[in-house]
């Protein structure tokens, strides 16, 4: 009986046959495994920020999305599969968003114990919290999951009665059109505080703000605001180069000394911006306010801070200006520059000056936390929008009321979508397309089949 045996060119294709469905079966199971996900169009849109992710990032548990919305709208269309199709980029990242679909039309007493009130109106549930949402966007639904997830209620108190700035103002000298409105985005609650009717500074403040005062604090104020501080109260003190009219105290109490005179920045000059404004740039990476920051914060007639070094605060530089600049003493912050300012080796002080410092110390078995700007401005409505001014800001709030889990990274900058052409240019692509290409498929068409007939 005569056997017979794969030829060596048999063994081959059989061995690359098999090796061939293993590395496919092999890949198919990482690809179920460990499924990897790459977004390709223009500007990452199917894709959320970086600090949308940051924010899934802290929601522990589920959250509970109840979609309000008929089968079709008359303006929109299937509209459940536009918020379908949107919620998917938050499953992406966080697999327990629990998506439900509610029709207003037959479920309507529902609807109605819900107090909805829009059709594709969304009920957006978390930690027992819950809120309303009108609007589809990521920037809504990120801020919407922001504030569900503070638990705890954290109010920022202002100091109100002597001409402060307000939080909630709307004057271009107030901060709340675009700096208030923020922290209230974030889940703050705020509110104002005449300390010449509290008895003292509430307990439940996470945050006190203290803006330049136009009339002097009483000093039966002062003697409030001194206590807070010995409690272990957290500050934010944006203060500006005035008199601090009544704060005297309180500088002492911290050991900062705030000599005269405003920042003058030549590298706010080249970037057309008046050489009284102090650019920030580089930021220390250690300090969780700061960290992993890179935009551009613009200070307004900034004043330089300075401290004595003690054993009882812990100090940390935030903001550093003006390397090349210095400090004048000739120029106030209501003043107007006529001619280009010039550096005076009798009465400036060379840069760089430090403008932003953080002090923290254990006290009271707690950890106190203050920021001292020396720019109130950078955050008042008439400067806010320039830079990251409004983030550093908010930063700075979360750190204070320890929220360094919500400190989160800088959305991406828009890029330009638009692509224009010249006439050349739609000229040499239309030839190509229209003549040119026809043309060379006809030629390649041409010499298969000559060669096909000359065989």
Request: include cysteine; proline fraction near 5%; hydrophobic fraction near 45%.
């Amino acid at each position: 009986m005569q056997r017979k045996f794969l030829s060596a060119p048999m063994l081959r294709n059989l061995l690359f046959v098999l090796l061939l469905l293993s590395v496919a079966f092999g890949l198919g199971y990482l690809a179920t495994r460990h499924p990897v996900q790459r977004d390709i169009t223009h500007n990452a849109r199917n894709s959320l920020e970086s600090g949308s992710v940051e924010v899934l990032k802290q929601l522990s548990g589920p959250v509970n999305i109840a979609v309000y919305a008929t089968e079709q709208d008359a303006r929109l269309g299937d509209i459940r599969k536009i918020i379908r199709d949107f919620l998917s980029l938050y499953q992406r990242y966080k697999a327990d968003i629990n998506l439900v679909f509610i029709d207003p039309e037959k479920e309507a007493e529902k609807t109605r114990a819900a107090r909805v009130q829009l059709n594709g109106e969304m009920v957006v549930e978390y930690a027992g919290r819950s809120e309303h949402l009108t609007q589809l966007n990521e920037q809504t639904l990120t801020s919407t999951l922001l504030r569900l997830a503070h638990t705890s209620d954290q109010t920022v108190m202002y100091l109100d009665g002597h001409g402060e700035r307000k939080l909630d103002g709307i004057a271009n000298h107030d901060m709340g059109t675009l700096f208030g409105a923020k922290l209230k985005q974030n889940g703050f609650r705020l509110n104002s505080l005449n300390l010449a009717l509290a008895q003292e500074v509430p307990g439940n403040a996470s945050v006190l703000v203290i803006t330049q005062p136009q009339l002097d604090l009483l000093p039966g104020e002062a003697d409030k605001l001194l206590r807070h501080v010995e409690r272990g109260g957290n500050l934010l003190w944006l203060v500006d180069a005035e008199p601090l009219h009544g704060l005297e105290r309180l500088a002492e109490k911290l050991d900062l000394l705030l000599p005269p005179g405003i920042v003058i920045d030549p590298a706010a000059t080249e970037m057309n911006a008046p050489s009284t404004w102090s650019l920030g740039a580089g930021y220390p990476l250690q300090h969780p306010i700061t960290r992993n920051f890179n935009l551009i914060t613009a200070f307004p007639y900034a004043r330089p801070l300075m401290w004595n070094e003690n054993t009882g605060w812990q100090h940390q530089v935030l903001v550093e200006v003006a390397a090349r600049g210095w400090v004048s003493h000739n120029i106030t912050s209501g003043s107007a520059l006529g001619d280009k300012p010039h550096f005076d080796k009798q009465h400036d002080t060379p840069g760089p000056a430090i403008i932003a410092v953080a002090l923290q110390r254990n006290i009271n078995d707690r950890e106190q936390r203050i920021v001292v700007v020396g720019s109130g401005a950078f955050l008042a409505n008439s400067f806010a929008g320039n830079g990251g001014n409004v983030d550093l800001g908010v930063n700075m709030v979360n750190w204070l009321a320890s929220e360094e889990r919500f400190i989160t990274l800088q959305p991406r900058a828009a890029k330009d979508s638009n692509l224009v052409l010249s006439k050349t240019h739609l000229a040499i692509i239309g030839i190509c397309f229209l003549a040119g290409l026809p043309l060379l498929l006809s030629a390649v068409g041409g010499v298969m089949w000559w060669k096909r007939r000359s065989a």
